[in-house]
């Protein structure tokens, strides 16, 4: 039987040879001034079999990097890296989104231009461990941000879809999950404000959405994801009625008929998605919600993914750690041989060892295969 995971599909304006999505992945491999390096072309290229790559998040400004050597797309020496990392994925037949990004409360000062505090909707500071250059540091309690400045955000999201263009990106996606920026604004743990933007979900959603209409306006509907993660504590993240929450996030994005929504899964077991707080804010849950593509990724393996697309609870399915070691991946799953192993101690390391150099299937063998692959054979 062929896997459904292979075979050919449209995602908004997009023909895609695979339903597999390479998912973001923070690897802290940027070089100096948060520029990309031929390191990240050759890692993503590597990787070009997947349907989709997404980026490892990209800061869209200054103050919004979250850890040591992420990269942005706030300058044009990050626009030039990135253009090598697209050219090196389309001359390998791939198509690649920029995740936009931005940490918010997640920053600390150590990463930050002068020192400067890190910002977020409220002045709280997340319970939880910031990773710097000089090891993990408590939070800092943020600033929080004016109307002024938060008009500021969504100009440094639509300016960075401008630059994300530039670079040759497919399109672009929008993080508003883990806990960084934009989820801070989310979910009412963290979001304290009593103005516009904060206080019941129609305002605490406002940011999101705003940032939304402006990256919409540089790229159109169809070349624009969003992520989200419902049911996720990552970086002291809790709200008082996530179901009510994310519905309403569900419902607010069919205006835009968005390219996808990317949702995070708490957990997977067998075929059934479960989270910890029961509600089951998973892919399955936003089906019946939310009107276009659904992406959805979650600690998937060859069997468990084809499952989710067979039921029809997905259209794609995103791989990460299986990604990271396996740049074939969808060969593997084709011919349904043993994968590598991914090491841990180098996610976050420097230099090609854990980036580039996991090894992939015979390659007189392997490339013959590819093309097929490629062309949704």
Not at 13 to 27: E, F, I
């Amino acid at each position: 039987m062929t896997l459904k995971l292979l075979s050919k599909a449209t995602l908004g304006t997009l023909k895609l040879s695979n339903r597999m999505v390479l998912a973001p992945l923070t690897r802290c491999r940027a070089g100096a001034g948060y520029v990309p390096q031929a390191i990240n072309a050759t890692y993503y290229a590597q990787r070009a079999s997947a349907g989709l790559i997404i980026s490892e998040a990209t800061q869209v400004s200054s103050n919004g990097i979250g850890y040591p050597s992420t990269p942005g797309i706030y300058n044009q020496s990050q626009v030039e890296g990135w253009k090598k990392v697209t050219e090196a994925v389309h001359k390998e037949g791939g198509r690649i989104f920029l995740q936009l990004w931005h940490a918010g409360r997640v920053a600390h000062p150590s990463l930050l231009p002068s020192g400067e505090m890190p910002v977020a909707p409220s002045a709280i500071a997340a319970n939880c461990m910031a990773d710097t250059a000089d090891g993990q540091q408590p939070h800092v309690t943020p600033k929080a941000l004016t109307l002024k400045e938060i008009s500021g955000i969504v100009e440094a999201f639509q300016q960075g879809a401008r630059n994300a263009l530039n670079a040759g990106f497919d399109g672009v996606e929008i993080h508003g999950a883990n806990g960084y920026l934009l989820d801070q604004f989310l979910q009412d743990n963290s979001n304290h404000r009593t103005d516009e933007y904060g206080g019941d979900v129609t305002n605490r959603a406002r940011l999101l959405l705003e940032v939304i209409q402006a990256v919409i306006e540089v790229w159109g509907k169809e070349r624009v994801g969003v992520r989200i993660s419902p049911s996720s504590t990552f970086n002291d993240m809790h709200d008082s009625n996530k179901t009510a929450t994310f519905s309403y996030v569900g419902n607010a994005l069919n205006q835009f008929n968005l390219a996808y929504l990317h949702i995070i899964e708490p957990r997977i077991q067998g075929n059934v998605t479960i989270t910890d707080d029961g509600t089951g804010l998973g892919a399955r849950f936003f089906r019946s919600i939310f009107k276009g593509s659904i992406i959805t990724a979650g600690g998937y393996d060859r069997e468990s993914g084809e499952a989710i697309l067979q039921n029809g609870d997905a259209d794609f399915i995103a791989y990460g750690r299986l990604f990271l070691a396996n740049p074939d991946l969808p060969l593997r799953f084709a011919l349904s041989k043993p994968l590598n192993r991914y090491d841990r101690n180098t996610f976050y390391s420097n230099g090609a060892k854990g980036y580039i150099d996991y090894p992939m299937l015979d390659e007189w063998y392997a490339a013959k295969r590819r093309v097929a692959i490629l062309k949704g054979a």
